[in-house]
């Protein structure tokens, strides 16, 4: 099992900044990407950024050149700078961890992000 454990939502003005992180602890592993999701109400999860266990990059059109995905392996976390906010923005964001040893993946609980007008 793999536990992870988000935090750095919150509430913030159009235009501000925000930064997730995300923890991960238990069965890990070096091999692994780590990646962000999204849930607005109403809508299904998508994804918002990831990171492989190459370091290559990969955002959802709707974020690029505004978040930056990154990760501290001696850490074994990953975060999310969230800049130049939107409204839009506003959603539970959920950290996740696909573990190639055992092919699957696991989800956090879940940071809210409120981006206010």
């Known amino acids: 099992q793999v536990q992870l454990v988000e935090s750095g939502g919150g509430l913030v003005q159009a235009g501000g900044s925000l930064r997730l992180s995300c923890l991960a602890s238990?069965?890990?592993?070096?091999?692994?990407?780590m990646g962000w999701y999204r849930q607005a109400p109403g809508r299904q999860r998508e994804l918002v950024a990831i990171i492989t266990r190459a370091d290559n990059t990969n955002y959802a059109d709707s974020v690029k050149g505004r978040f930056t995905i990154s990760r501290n392996n001696a850490k074994n976390t990953v975060y999310l700078q969230m800049n130049s906010l939107k409204p839009e923005d506003t959603a539970v964001y959920y950290c996740?961890?696909?573990?190639?040893?055992?092919?699957?993946?696991?989800w956090g609980q879940g940071t809210q992000v409120t981006v206010s007008s």
């Open positions: 996740n961890y696909y573990h190639y040893a055992l092919g699957r993946d696991y």
């Open positions: 238990g069965s890990i592993s070096s091999v692994n990407d």
